[in-house]
């Protein structure tokens, strides 16, 4: 299994600890253009049963992963919720790119 999918599979495994979701959810925001990694950290992030540490985490994942690849947008943001929504909107604005959502 490539590294990618084990990250992915801890991170959407509910019985892992708390910290080992945060750290695969961290780690998967350096991953370059992997659908699977977006809709893993979008179906986490939005999942109000989950921790709101790791929900944080993969909004700033995606924010992260959506600023690297130029691809920031209100359709993408929208998709998010909470503190998911807030910590990508934090890092959005830290980069001064919340023109993009325009």
Do not use: F
């Amino acid at each position: 299994m490539n590294h990618t999918l084990a990250l992915i599979e801890i991170l959407l495994d509910k019985t892992a600890s708390d910290t080992e979701r945060d750290d695969a959810a961290i780690d998967l925001g350096n991953v370059s253009d992997d659908k699977k990694v977006e809709v893993a950290l979008l179906t986490v992030a939005n999942d109000e049963g989950t921790d709101e540490m790791i929900r944080a985490s993969c909004g700033e994942s995606l924010a992260q992963i959506w600023i690297t690849h130029n691809q920031v947008s209100r359709e993408k943001i929208v998709l998010l919720t909470g503190i998911a929504m807030d910590e990508a909107m934090a890092l959005i604005k830290n980069e001064n790119l919340e023109y993009m959502l325009e």
